[in-house]
């Protein structure tokens, strides 16, 4: 009666009839029966749900994304332009600026070449920025993705349209397509977490992790490391577990006898519910645990106990794709140098954040690696938008270096299983402004990680407002240079 | 099948009509057989895979002379006489390979196409015999609904208003009976929930269980209907619609102020305004002749649309994602369409051409807004409506003005550049700034500004420009205001404005805005809509499961003089709605949904009704109506709390108790209470929320702040207020609180073990008992207080409590 048939991410067998025949993404249903084969239960002769088959086989079962909020620069990290630096200080050709429209640039800017230094590392000679040694370290294990564009240019609607394919909100998140698509594999955790560095919520705020019009049950869930874990993790003042226990037998005990009076499925589904949450309330606090971490694992992502930084959460990713939780989203703001001050600095604030942020990204990697995880996982490190190759002219006379946001030409890295190794995609013209060889749409970025989830996109669709919807839109296709 | 015999052998029926061609007479006399000689073999091979009953793309079908007539969204595809004027021709010859047809194919050959000219120029005599089957209906929402017959039904006695016999004469023809009458308690909690969203009272129960007259239910739906909480609960699912909130959304998500929109729908609807006037009022207040305060305020509707203040943003765009976002909200909410598809291209399945949708958002390009600053300076103001006397307005921006000098004056100044003296001369600053804004807030109190629409004068009919593919940068041909051309014309004569189109939507014949109407409304009362996808009533949308139902329903609505409250009267009156949800299993798996209506009604309430009952059993609740909006405590690390520039300050006194629908509307940080019940975020428009269920929500529910003060309220009220003192007494008074009814005899042994068992725990547990009693305040045994309190949390979860059954 109790069957726990009915995950976090499950929803209700109601609005799962509702949604049938009118195009509903068949593979969360399918996954929760394989779950539910999987420990055992037996799957309902009676359901009119009958198991259906995942779209092709997975690459990778989880996907860590380090989303750097702000637009990273992508010439002075990832994509290194000797032709920007040559004409320094140089105007802008105007046939880069005709009809463009920038965030904040006017009038005729100056290129600016980028103040730090690249160099080639590894056998495949990957140039990368002097700023980001680790990443240096492990050249060949990475792929560089140097032609990314986008739609938006503003800091909010770019973030969300990175997450969801669409800036208008109301769209469910990457994390959430994918957690109603392919349920989790932890029943005690939810399917799909968010870490935030030093708490600091992106741009564009919860949104971003957001379950748009799909059900309250595949949104992400932040997990913060202070205080409680979960929203609403921790029991009222006075109740203990024994206490608590109390409460749940009786609502279980008049669940059961309501279910036998009214009939009602839905009851059944309740019952599990609250048993899961009784499960949640110990193992989100074992898993925030960072102190059974050996002092070398911490001190390799440069982590200490009690932190708030990305060094804990990228730790912290690690703890839950080890503990079946498939989407983990870490977000890491700061990136957005305009140089209007110190902290929006090239000079100053750009070597900061790569200082943040190196290390761990990399020490993330290697652990994934020594505990072979990272072939079932897919690392991705990137921000909303890049940076113009030139300098931004707000401030007249500021001194401080500073680029405006763009969204025609920038740079991603990613590591781990289905992917290639060791090489660059695309390129942009010689002073990074546009992209001149094989372009990579977020809506190509999206379909790539849901290909190697083992998910079509074109496929993977919630019906609503009288259309199907999907995470691509009507676009798409997967980057076929990218796969291993 | 005619479609399946249409496809065969495509190009076998070419090379025919090749051979065929060659022996054809040209423009000779109309001669008999020639369409199927000449035409139809080429139609059925090169345009019916497209423009048939598979897929009528452009709204085009040459499967039948009358729609080949009609034609699509390009115009008539064949003119009888007028090759030249048939679109069929233009587009067969095209020379541009983005409109020649057959699309993707090889252009027809001269001969072919001089065949087809001719026989258009013959008349397109096109035989009734060559088209099997009748020619397509249309499709069933977009002609105005009849008022059907009352069918007749073998159980009689079981009608007690028309919508019972539809129901009744359904369930009969699949051999179904209905369910037995609710309980009064069912009946009583029900009617309660739906038409107030609060539970009965113990009073009301007892009252209405003693009440044996023939019209003791009648008269509690009257009471019920005169309640002000009527208009607070069917405000909730018109906010949705209108996607109310009190914060503009996107990256800074700042406090707005149009609450006063808000309490304008509660008081509209429990003034039962006619739902005509409801739609004028709140799409075009500000243009009826001498529009009154309360008008403008209607017209707040339309300026819930979001707005983006990060610096660096495109004002015009902006501006011009409200009016798209204007024009898709009001095909949802009135018309029931999926209108927005047609902002990029032709609705692919519903007669709605790009243009359509242009035209409509043009009757929104006048209004108003001005533009300050350049470059990324620029903001606009929109209009606000300021209902204060002329002094008082004055006042307030004198006010608001010196606020801001010293707002200025601070920021030049950085804090402690130069010693205390500065420091001294900034709290001093501060303190008058602060004096200042307390006067702001006590004339905003008594004269809260709001939201308006409102139009700038314009000599010309609005015109809009088409975006092509839906990109506000590409911009396509001037379209001039109009309504969809499948639907009913406007007046000959009417001006071009919103006012026309408000009356336009609330015609008589129009044949969506009743039917989507009482459809919604149903979908409250019965958890599904007759029409399933509430917000889609097109050729992809669900087919209705009662379509004479639904008819005599919009009929009667539109007969009612609009009235909702008399419609509401008529749905919870009629015996469909008073059966008993209780069903054997059987009935469960053979109808899951309730489709057929077997039974009453059974699901979990909405977010905010969980919320306003939970407290309504505690004796917590407030019952205050309207005001500005209110901040029930919530974690403190809550993304609300630390996402953008914005102060939760927590609410005191009665105000934590606040009834949901009072609660700050933060759009991209919504109260996590809500959000995790599936309340949308308002972004847009909503008809129609997701039910979902989740153990984020059993924590919400047992952990939250709120919730566990309500558990205290209820334990209070179980040692104070129960009939008896005794441990079974008080465990019947708490579960009927929750359930309307008593329990069980199992029921009531559980809940008293239970008891036991808890009060075992804190009497070997003197911590636990001490803190949970502490925390709360109460009178009489601390260890009693502390075991009734786990209980009150499980009563207070229960799937019952949790649900209208």
Known sequence: MSSPLVLLQDQTRRHFFRRTGLGIGTLALANLLQQEGKTGETSRPDDPLAARSTHFAPKIKNVIYLFMCGGPSQVDLLDPKPQLTARNQQPAPRSLLEGERFAFISGVPQLLGSPHAFSRHGESGLEVSSLLPHLGSIADEIAVIRSLHTEEFNHGPAQIYMNAGDARGGRPSMGSWLTYGLGSENRDLPGFVVLLSGNATPDAGPSCWGNGFLPASYQGVQLRPQGEPVLYLSSPEGVRPEGRRVTLDLIRQLNEQRLAATGDPEIAARIASYELAFRMQTSVPDLMNLADESEATQRMYGAELGATSFANNCLMARRLVERGVRFVQLYHRGWDHHGLDEGSDLLHSLPQMCAETDQASVALIRDLKDRGLLDSTLVVWGGEFGRTPMIENREKGANFLGRDHHPRAFSMWMAGGGIRQGITIGRTDELGYNVVEDPVHVHDLHATILHLMGVDHTQLTYRTQGRDFRLTDVAGHVVEKLLA | ?805
């Open chain 2, 1 to 805: 099948m005619r479609s399946h015999d249409l496809r065969r052998g495509r190009w076998t029926a070419l090379a025919v009509v090749g051979l065929l061609l060659l022996t054809s007479t040209g423009d000779a006399a109309e001669e008999p057989g020639r369409f199927q000689r000449d035409v139809e073999p080429l139609l059925t091979a090169l345009c019916v895979d497209c423009h048939g009953p598979e897929d009528a793309q452009g709204q085009l079908r040459l499967d039948f002379r009358s729609t080949a007539l009609q034609g699509g969204f390009s115009g008539p595809a064949v003119v009888p006489g007028q090759p030249e004027a048939s679109v069929l021709i233009e587009r067969i010859k095209s020379e541009d390979p983005e409109l020649r047809m057959p699309l993707d194919g090889e252009p027809l050959s001269a001969p072919q196409i001089a065949a087809i000219e001719s026989w258009i120029r013959q008349g397109a005599v096109w035989p009734e015999s060559a088209s099997a089957g009748a020619p397509p209906e249309p499709h069933w929402a977009y002609v105005s609904p009849v008022r059907p017959t009352t069918p007749t039904v073998q159980q009689t006695d079981w009608v007690r208003n028309p919508i019972d016999a539809f129901v009744l004469a359904r369930l009969e023809r699949e051999e179904l009976k209905p369910a037995a009458p609710a309980s009064k308690e069912q009946l009583l909690r029900r009617v309660s929930l739906d038409l107030i969203g609060l539970p009965p009272t113990l009073a009301e129960l007892d009252a209405f269980l003693r009440d044996s007259s023939e019209d003791a239910y009648e008269k509690v739906v009257d009471r019920l209907l005169a309640s002000p909480h009527y208009g607070e609960r069917w405000a909730q699912p018109w906010l949705d619609g209108a996607r109310y909130a009190d914060s503009n959304g996107f990256t800074n998500d700042r406090r707005r102020t149009i609450w006063p929109y808000r309490d304008w729908v509660v008081q509209a609807i429990n003034d039962d305004m006619p739902f005509d006037q409801f739609t004028i009022e709140q799409l075009a207040g500000d243009l009826l002749p001498d529009a009154t305060i309360e008008q403008r305020t209607a017209t707040g509707l339309h300026r819930n649309t979001r707005y983006n203040d990060e610096t660096g943003v495109d004002r015009d765009e902006g501006r011009w994602n409200a009016l798209v976002d204007r024009v898709a909200t009001t095909a949802s909410v009135w018309l029931g369409t999926t209108l927005a598809c047609a902002q990029c291209h032709n609705h692919k399945h519903d007669p709605f051409s790009q243009k359509d949708f242009y035209a409509l958002l043009a009757f929104f390009e006048p209004t108003d807004y001005t533009k300050i600053g350049e470059g990324f300076e620029t903001e606009l103001i929109e209009p606000v409506l300021d209902p204060a006397p002329p002094e008082v307005q004055a006042k307030r921006r004198e006010l608001l003005a010196a606020a801001e000098a010293i707002e200025s004056q601070l920021d030049r100044q950085s804090p402690g550049d130069n010693g205390s003296d500065s420091d001294d001369v900034r709290d001093q600053l501060e303190a008058r700034r602060q004096e200042l804004r307390d006067e702001v807030d006590a004339i905003s109190r008594e004269y809260p500004t709001t939201l308006v629409l409102e139009d700038r004068p314009t000599e010309q009919p609005p015109t809009t420009e088409l975006r092509i593919r839906g990109s506000y940068l590409a911009k396509g041909a001037a379209v001039q205001a109009a309504t969809p051309a499948v639907l009913h014309p406007l007046p000959a004569d009417a001006p071009l404005n919103r006012l026309t189109l408000a009356r336009w939507i609330v015609a008589p014949e129009n044949p969506l805005t009743a039917r989507v109407i009482v459809n919604r409304d149903w979908a409250q009362f019965f958890g599904r809509g007759l029409v399933a996808t509430e917000g889609d009533f097109g050729t992809r949308g669900a087919k209705p499961t009662h379509p004479e139902l639904l008819d005599y329903l919009a009929t009667e609505f539109i007969q009612l003089g609009w009235s909702r409250k008399s419609l509401h009267r008529q749905i919870v009156t009629s015996a469909a709605y008073r059966q008993s949800s209780l069903a054997d299993s059987a009935k469960w798996k053979q109808d899951p949904e309730n489709r057929l209506l077997a039974r009453g009604p059974r699901f979990r309430l909405d977010a905010e009704v969980i919320r306003d009952t939970t407290l309504a059993i505690s004796g917590l609740l407030s019952r205050q109506l309207g005001g500005p909006p209110v901040f029930p405590p919530q974690p403190e690390l809550s993304a609300l709390k630390d996402h953008g520039d914005f102060d939760w300050d927590e609410s005191e006194g009665a105000d934590r108790y606040r009834r949901a629908l009072y609660i700050f509307w933060r759009r991209t940080a919504l109260y996590p209470p809500l959000k995790n019940f599936d309340a949308p975020t308002r972004d847009t428009c909503t008809v129609g929320r997701q039910r979902s269920n989740t153990p984020l929500q059993s924590l919400t529910l047992l952990n939250d702040a709120t919730a566990a003060e309500a558990a205290g309220g209820l334990v209070r009220r179980i040692v104070t207020e129960a009939p008896t003192a005794d441990v079974a007494g008080r465990a019947a008074f708490a579960f009927r609180l929750c359930t309307a009814r008593f329990p069980g005899e199992d029921e009531l042994d559980a809940i008293t073990a239970t008891y036991e068992r808890s009060l075992r725990l804190m009497q070997d547990d003197a911590e636990s008992t001490a803190r949970i009693a502490n925390e709360h305040p109460h009178s009489g045994e601390p260890t009693e207080f502390a075991a009734w309190f786990l209980v009150a949390q499980s009563l207070l979860n229960l799937d019952e409590t949790l649900s209208k059954e």
